[in-house]
């Protein structure tokens, strides 16, 4: 069964750092390109930051470009958000999924809370 | 603000059809494919169409969708309570080289 398992989320102080996972079960992620999406509280879905089944390229939203990076560990079929210099707009549910023109498989969402 | 356009909302009744609609331009829609999803309360998004009008396995025909030019549409018909929900389309920006999603539209089932 093809599964995305998110973590790491918390509640974290303005202009700290906190690290997101996105553990893949029953796929490889050498296979397909990886998402994450997040969803602030009663808004929209925000697309953050796409990584290549090669691991090559990433492309970042204007949001969060410059302070996050997106990586990953083939062999933990892994793949993190390094989130640094947090603000209050960051604060969101976080959801990883895969796949490329179309994201078919989502994980259940780990949620970030930036407050002092 | 979303490079993208949707209805903030539309209703219908039991039964009924209903189309949700998503504008864009020609870096985005005009050039690459269209998805949407489903987002029930409290659940992650799922995947109802992808490739402007493919259906996922045990989407069920209700759900239909086209693209012309830099619109697309969802169509969703026998409407049941079950399909209140809020709908996003998503496409690719080749110009800024994102992915972008529409504001949402949230479903009513009357």
């Known amino acids: 069964q093809v599964r995305l398992a998110e973590s790491g989320g918390g509640v974290v102080r303005p202009g700290r750092s906190l690290r997101l996972a996105c553990v893949a079960s029953g796929f490889s992620y050498r296979d397909f390109d990886v998402h994450w999406v997040r969803q602030a509280p009663g808004k929209g879905l925000e697309w953050v930051v796409v990584?290549?089944?090669?691991?090559?390229?990433?492309y970042y939203g204007v949001a969060v470009k410059g302070r996050f990076i997106i990586s990953r560990d083939t062999p933990k079929n892994t793949v993190y958000l390094q989130m640094a210099g947090v603000t209050p707009e960051d604060t969101a549910v976080y959801y990883c999924a895969k796949n490329r023109d179309y994201l078919d498989v989502w994980g259940q969402g780990t949620t970030v809370t930036v407050s002092s | 603000q979303s490079l993208l356009t949707q209805p903030p909302s539309v209703s219908a009744a039991p039964g009924q059809r209903v189309t949700i609609s998503c504008s864009g331009s020609s870096s985005n829609i005009g050039r690459n494919y269209v998805s949407w999803y489903q987002q029930l309360p409290g659940t992650a998004p799922k995947l109802v169409i992808y490739?402007?009008?493919q259906r996922p396995s045990g989407i069920p025909d209700r759900f239909s969708a086209s693209k012309s030019g830099t619109s697309a549409t969802l169509a969703i018909t026998g409407l049941q309570t079950g399909d209140e929900a809020d709908y996003y389309c998503a496409t690719w920006e080749s110009n800024l080289n994102v992915h972008v999603f529409g504001p949402g539209t949230r479903l009513t089932v009357l």
């Open positions: 990584i290549s089944a090669d691991g090559r390229n990433q």
């Open positions: 490739d402007n009008f």
